[in-house]
């Protein structure tokens, strides 16, 4: 299976069979690797000017034949930059490009319709407002931006906010909604199998959701690059039956074979790689073993080969961009080579170009690179690029090799020759020469002999090869200087990364192939253990030509002298940032990299890290294999935040009864897993945010509403979970009258609430009661069929986790209720906690089996009266007891608790069924005022009386004693070893730990406010801090505001006067006076439960 | 009586049902409209597919059988017991498709029972190690040419493994919920997963896996793939 | 950064499927006459790679390695994202590997 755009061959023969006269401005009459179809035109902008580019055109190659020589403006200095290359590997064509910033102008495909602005400039680059600044450079050494303009201390954030606003790179929107795709104004262009698929996203029906995608493979073989060597690697271990993904991140597979015309053993060099192309797509169209990703970079290769990256979606996509992670057991890296750039004076300017970017210019884009140019390269690529370009019409006029004489290819130095082209052998450029962009050079012998000025308008310069690394290093190989390549090759490989190609210093073409094909085979038999079937590739890799000779040049002849020279383009730093790095110690790669801001912009090490390494060596006076590489770190490729964020799913909970709550008007939230209904009746005035001002204004409490018996999260580290404050409760208890009206019904009349996240659970087996006594606090021997045993779990360190209902349902078989937030680690801690004992239970977790519907408030008893026929009168079920009734046919299980102080009856009713049931309460509690209450009423309900919520009025400092809830310990057992015992016996006598109690907080004058105090807020004794407010809320029942709080003990006793704080906030500083009073505050005789 | 209250699946898609039937309180949709018509069916995350496969029309589909019944068995013996008369599969992971009843075996003491076969499903036979867990989970197969595409869009887990045998059991998270999957075969997926999360879950694998062409789809399309299991 | 642990039941698993229950620190004390540091030494303490001993005490772990070097650690891990199992395994923490033979202990 093919994914990503695929173009095997090149333009149709109709597209290239122009007449040279009707070629548009700019172009070449395109050859057979050209890319662009010329009958097929864009329209687009750039800077407001209309310009027109082809089908296959990047943005960079549009604008340069459009003639476009300014990209933007550097970083600091605000020099113009040009096209340098054309991978991304420099930040000089990052643009804007609809209203996105930072796109990378050089792997953009051109589309229609298309608007591309240029960034870091005042208007148009060429003409750049803060262009001046370049003169300034002696203000902006290396390492400026952490010593200069600090003092006086207090001016830096003038400097800095000024010094932000000239540098940089693009400005993002954090309004702006990706379209779909950002390609919705686009049409329908496409290639081969472009369907409706475009015209169908046109509509942008997939907002969002639809741009970003992931995708996980997995595959035995992950071959990164899609040159000769990564397709003969993949189609060898395919060829052994293995999985294989490969993945290339130009929009064809061929590397640096598919633009390259020359001959080579009786056919077009470009051939070779359209027939390896050829057979691997049809190989995977086939076996469904292979599966060839292009447009697909790398960004990383991860702890036992896992390789991530990206897929940029074309025309033919649902997407954006897609995100996808590859286990792989085995990775070959084949991602072959780039140029490195050749420092000199001025190698920053407009018209300076690898020798790759001005050749695929030509030969993939059809786009004339310069009328007149120099070479100044060390390998013998290059060569074959000035033969190439001379045969494409350009001028060379002179083409300068670093390496000394007799290093060429001879059939090279022949053709240049036989074309009058000037080659010196060891000479280099020194410098470039013009304003905005080059109209001569100089060169120089590189031993510093003699110079010759030179005019041209295209100056290609290299330093040889070097290569990319990036892939490797993440894998987490060691690389080392090679002094026979002159670049870092692996010195070692992790386990089950293999290596091929150009990366490893080959040139040949044949080579090439052979060492893919021998890393594919070698990857097989690392997969499969078996030999490999391509026993003769071994050999065939010794018959061909090794790795060649590289240069070792550091940098052009006479650097510096005034002028700047750019070891990084990126982030403008020069050779003489360099130099002062190292004068001021900051000498070896890894610290000037940080010092000087070397390879931290956008193109990383890509540009920046052999040369700095090199130079570095140079300076120190060490030998240049004492050079070592600086830290590679992914993304290797920069994905967008968007892809990496994903597509946005939210895959949450819902109740059984979602449904029929949204129906009546549920405002729902966030509660763990779970999507929860806070209250009912979207009254605006409640949402959240609008209530804040709804008490004065000031900061709401600390953290998020935790709300419920079912309080998320609610673990024993809960210091976040605690001191939260239910928001819309507080603000409906001044301003909504929906949240009192839910309130008052349930103590008035009956009220429904959906409690189905709460933890439902069986335990069977021969030692489940061992394993209850373990966990939970209590003797829960004493658990009976029929009756519910409350009790707590704490963790080793005595805090609260959760608390719930044991039932024993027969011998050895119990049921048991969790908090909803502990719902989901119920069965992990039970299994931690015996994980040493070897006992015989079993869990089976059904907390999604039973919705739990509470049905509270005095009428609770008539309205179940009206739909079972089972005795549920307060003889036949009394408080604390649980029986199986049937309800409309249904058996639910109903337990009677009181957790919010009224007569109420939990049941527990099968989760298809929950619905029907609801249905059938709600008709029968009609006329009764029966009505659903939310989360947000509950936790007033409970807060009223007194009931604890694990993390509402817990925390990690809290243990159960704290909370006056030492009761439930079962202080006589030490034999089942209980979790938190040992620790309850170490607290409970020590002096000053926070104790929970209630408070009644004083009305009148004398009391202070203004308003009333929230959740959170501090408990003071004089001047000292000691407690805070867990809960607090007025109660429109009592018509008084009570709450609860952790003060230490001893400051606040039972009637004492206790002083309540805010402190910040507009309104300042505000106190208020409390009373201690002991919960529970409505209906302490508990009465109403029990009725 | 049970039977008689009308039951919901946690799954409910956005189409028009164009065959029912009422099944222990179930309604279950044996078809859609629109289903297998050229490039139809109900699409709910809609999206063309990527690369080759499979013409349009007979792509993969997703299929609810939230209604099917499912049991968890536990014993510390377990491989010595034969719940519901089947044998429990030696080996982690395994599966054993018993006509109508499919065993899996999950780990050391636990196996999970499914009926997905046609015809009524049996009752849950008196034994203490067994719970039924039908309204526990939601199901869901996934049916058709291309379903290893689509789920590719859904986990990281390898469902597709050459080296294992089909049928076969993983464990594990897709889209990033805890599930069981049992692979039958490339074009046939079953998973089962905590109900609360069926609905939302759905309607993502739709968008997700409807960049690969995924569909819904009634529950006649399962019925006659597994049929020839 | 990312690893892989091996299920004992399910396999080699992405590390992101699995909850880390801290080192091997031995089955839980019996409770009468155990004194509070004790109890809080079992809970809180943990062996730190490198220091040749548990940290703040005496050698008194088992298996604490000696020397001044990273060794590999005995752990306790659950599979809750899949079968739902506690196992132990021993890793490196060097390098996030699994020693040979580490995995798979139920």
Redesign the interface.
């Known amino acids: 299976m093919a994914v990503g755009r695929v173009d095997v061959g090149s333009g149709s023969p109709e597209s290239r069979g122009r007449r040279e006269g009707s070629l548009p401005p700019g172009r070449l009459t395109p050859g057979p690797t050209c890319r662009v179809d010329f009958s097929w035109p864009l329209a687009f902008r750039f800077l407001g000017r209309s310009m027109t580019g082809f089908a296959g055109d990047t943005v960079a190659s549009a604008l340069y034949a459009n003639g476009v020589r300014v990209f933007g403006r550097s970083l600091k200095y605000h020099r113009p930059r040009g096209l340098y290359s054309m991978e991304g590997e420099s930040s000089n064509t990052l643009m804007e490009i609809d209203g996105v910033p930072n796109e990378c102008a050089e792997t953009t495909e051109l589309r229609e319709g298309m608007s591309v602005r240029a960034q870091n400039v005042r208007g148009d680059p060429k003409t750049d407002r803060f262009a001046f600044i370049d003169a300034f450079d002696r203000l902006m050494p290396a390492g400026f931006y952490y010593r200069l303009f600090h003092r006086p201390y207090g001016l830096w954030p003038l400097f800095q906010n000024g010094l932000r606003r000239m540098a940089g790179t693009g400005v993002l929107d954090p309004r702006r909604e990706l379209e779909g795709g950002g390609r919705g104004r686009s049409g329908t262009r496409g290639r081969a199998g472009v369907g409706a698929g475009g015209g169908a996203r046109a509509d942008g029906g997939s907002r969002a959701n639809g741009v970003q995608a992931e995708r996980y493979l997995n595959a035995a073989v992950a071959v990164i690059g899609g040159g000769p060597a990564g397709m003969a690697a993949a189609l060898a271990a395919a060829e052994s039956g293995m999985r294989v993904c490969l993945f290339e991140r130009r929009r064809w597979l061929g590397g640096h074979l598919a633009w390259r015309a020359r001959e080579f053993a009786g056919e077009p060099i470009h051939r070779r790689g359209e027939g390896l192309a050829a057979l691997l797509l049809s190989r995977s169209r086939a076996a469904g073993l292979v599966k060839v990703f292009t447009s697909s970079p790398v960004t990383g290769v991860?702890?036992?080969n896992?390789v991530t990256g990206f897929t940029v979606g074309g025309e033919d996509h649902p997407f954006r961009e897609c995100h996808w992670e590859c286990?792989a057991k085995v990775v070959v890296v084949a991602s072959g080579c780039m140029e490195r750039p050749l420092v000199f004076n001025h190698n920053d300017r407009p018209g300076v170009m690898q020798a790759g970017t001005a050749w695929r210019l030509a030969r993939t884009h059809a786009v004339s690179p310069g009328k007149v140019a120099v070479f100044s390269v060390a390998d013998d690529l290059s060569l074959e690029v000035a033969v190439d370009l001379a045969d494409l019409g350009v001028e060379v006029r002179a083409v300068a090799d670093a390496r000394e004489v007799g290093r060429q290819d001879p059939p090279l130095v022949a053709a240049l020759e036989e074309r009058g082209i000037p080659l010196l052998t060891g000479w280099a450029v020194s410098r470039s020469i013009g304003r905005r962009w080059v109209t001569g050079c100089e060169l120089r012998a590189v031993n510093g002999s003699g110079s010759r000025r030179l005019r041209c308008d295209l100056l290609v310069a290299n330093a040889g090869w070097q290569p990319r690394i990036g892939a490797l290093a993440t894998a987490g190989a060691r690389l080392a200087y090679c002094t026979h390549t002159h670049t870092f090759q692996p010195a070692e490989l992790p386990d089950g990364v293999f290596t091929a190609g150009s990366l490893t210093g080959l040139r040949d073409p044949r080579s090439i192939e052979a060492s893919g094909r021998l890393a594919g085979s070698r990857a097989a038999e690392w997969c499969s253990g078996a030999a490999p079937r391509l026993a003769t590739a071994p050999r065939e890799c010794e018959s061909l030509p090794a790795p060649e000779p590289g240069c070792d040049i550091r940098h052009g002849p006479a650097i510096g002298r005034g002028a700047k020279a750019f070891v990084d383009l990126d982030e403008d730093g020069t050779y003489k940032n360099v130099v002062e790095s190292a004068v001021q110690g900051f000498d070896v790669p890894e610290l000037a990299k940080r010092f000087g801001g070397f390879g931290l912009g956008p193109g990383q090490y890509r540009v920046t890290g052999q040369n700095l390494a090199m130079i570095m060596a140079d300076l120190g006076g060490d030998p240049v294999e004492a050079a070592s590489p600086t830290t590679v770190r992914p993304p290797l490729v920069p994905p967008s935040l968007a892809t990496l964020a994903g597509p946005g799913h939210d895959v949450h909970k819902r109740t059984p009864l979602h449904g029929e709550l949204a129906a009546r008007g549920a405002v729902f939230r966030r509660a763990g897993p779970w999507q929860r209904a806070r209250y009912f009746g979207a009254d605006p005035r409640l949402a959240p945010g609008v209530d804040r001002g709804s008490v004065g204004g000031r900061r709401s409490g600390r953290g998020s509403a935790k709300i419920g018996r079912g309080s998320a999260d609610a673990d024993c580290g809960g210091a976040k979970a605690s001191r939260g404050s239910a928001e819309a409760g507080r603000g409906s208890a001044k301003a909504g009258r929906g949240l009192r009206d839910e309130i008052l019904n349930v103590r008035r009349n009956v009220g429904l609430l959906d409690s189905s996240p709460l933890g439902k659970f069986r335990i069977f087996g021969p030692d489940a009661l061992r394993a209850l006594q373990r966990v939970y606090i209590s003797d829960l021997s004493k658990a009976r069929p029929g009756r519910c045993k409350y009790s707590a779990m704490c963790n080793?360190?005595a805090h609260v986790l959760d608390d719930g209902a044991i039932i024993q349902d027969s011998e050895r078989n119990y049921y048991f209720t969790t908090s909803s937030g502990r719902a989901g680690s119920t069965?992990?801690w039970f299994?931690?906690?015996t994980?040493?004992?070897g006992w015989d239970y079993h869990l089976v977790n059904l907390t999604d089996a039973f919705g739990s519907i509470n049905l509270a408030g005095p009428n609770a008893r008539g309205v179940l009266e009206r739909v079972t026929g089972d005795d549920v009168s307060n003889e036949a079920f009394p408080y604390m007891g649980c029986r199986r009734i049937t309800l409309g046919g249904v058996e639910v299980r109903c337990l009677r608790l009181g957790f919010v102080g009224e007569l109420s009856y939990e049941l527990h009713v099968p989760s298809s069924y929950c619905q029907f049931v609801w249905g059938q309460l709600m008709d029968a509690g009609a006329d009764l005022g029966i009505r659903p209450f939310g989360l947000e009423a509950q936790y007033c309900l409970r807060a009223e009386k007194g009931h604890v919520i694990v993390g509402a009025e817990s925390e990690a400092r809290v243990t159960l004693t704290d909370l006056g809830m030492g009761w439930l310990w079962d202080r006589e057992d030490?034999?089942s070893?209980?979790v938190g015992?040992?620790?309850l016996?170490?607290c409970e006598k020590q002096p000053g730990r926070m104790k929970l109690v209630g408070f009644r907080v004083e009305e009148g004058a004398g009391s202070g406010g203004p308003g009333s105090p929230r959740d959170g807020a501090l408990v003071v004794d004089g001047g000292e801090i000691v407690g805070y407010v867990c809960t607090t809320r007025r109660s429109e029942v009592l018509g008084w505001q009570y709450g609860m709080a952790l003060v230490r003990e001893g400051h606040a006793v039972r009637g004492d006067r206790i002083r309540i704080r805010e402190d910040g906030g507009r309104g300042g500083r505000a106190t208020w006076s409390a009373t201690v009073v002991d919960p529970p505050f409505y209906d302490p005789a508990g009465e109403r439960l029990r009725a | 009586m049970k039977g008689s209250a009308p039951r919901r699946s946690p799954v409910v898609f956005d189409a028009a049902p164009a065959a029912t039937e009422v099944r222990d309180g179930w309604i279950v949709v044996l078809r859609y409209e629109e289903e297998g018509s050229v490039g139809g069916g109900p699409r709910l995350g809609e999206g063309p597919r990527l690369g080759g496969g499979p013409s349009l029309g007979g792509g993969p589909r997703l299929v609810d059988l939230s209604h099917r019944r499912r049991w968890d068995y536990q014993d510390s013996d377990i491989g010595a017991r034969t719940p519901m008369d089947l044998p429990v599969p030696p080996q982690?992971?395994e599966v054993g498709v018993h006509g109508p009843l499919v065993i899996n075996r999950?780990?050391?003491t636990q196996a999970a029972i499914w009926h997905l076969g046609a015809g009524p499903s049996p009752a849950t036979p008196r034994d203490p190690a067994l719970t039924e867990t039908t309204d526990g989970h939601c199901m869901l197969a996934f049916v058709g040419p291309g379903v290893p595409a689509a789920l590719e869009h859904l986990t990281?887990l390898d469902l597709f493994d050459p080296a294992r045998t089909t049928p076969f059991l993983?464990?594990?998270?897709v889209l990033r919920v805890?599930c069981q999957i049992v692979t039958f075969a490339p074009d046939l997926v079953v998973m089962s997963l905590a109900r609360g999360y069926g609905g939302p879950f759905a309607r993502t694998a739709l968008a997700s896996g409807g960049l690969a062409g995924l569909q819904i789809a009634g529950e006649g399309v399962f019925n006659s793939r597994f049929a020839q299991m | 950064?990312?690893?892989?642990l091996t299920c004992p039941?399910?396999g080699k698993?992405?590390i992101?499927?699995f909850?880390f229950?801290g080192q091997e620190r031995?089955?839980?004390?019996?409770?009468?006459g155990?004194s509070?540091e004790e109890?809080?030494r079992w809970?809180q303490f943990r062996m730190i790679p490198g220091a040749g001993a548990e940290a703040g005490a005496g050698a008194e772990d088992a298996g604490a390695p000696a020397g001044g070097r990273a060794d590999t650690r005995r752990e306790?891990w659950?599979?809750?994202?899949?079968?739902?199992?506690?196992f132990r395994t021993t890793r490196d923490p060097m390098t996030?590997?699994e020693v040979e033979g580490g995995g798979g202990q139920?």
Do not use: S
Not at chain 3, 1 to 4: D, I, L, N, Y
């Open positions: 991860w702890g036992e896992l286990r080793d360190m069965v992990e299994r931690y906690h994980r040493h004992d030490t034999a070893k209980k015992a040992p620790a016996r170490a | 982690f992971g999950m780990n050391r990281p993983t464990q594990g998270p805890p | 950064m990312t690893f892989r039941v399910c698993r992405d992101r499927e909850t229950g031995g089955p839980r004390p019996e409770q009468p155990l509070a109890h809080f809970v306790w659950y599979h809750g994202q899949g079968c739902g199992v506690w996030n590997r139920g």
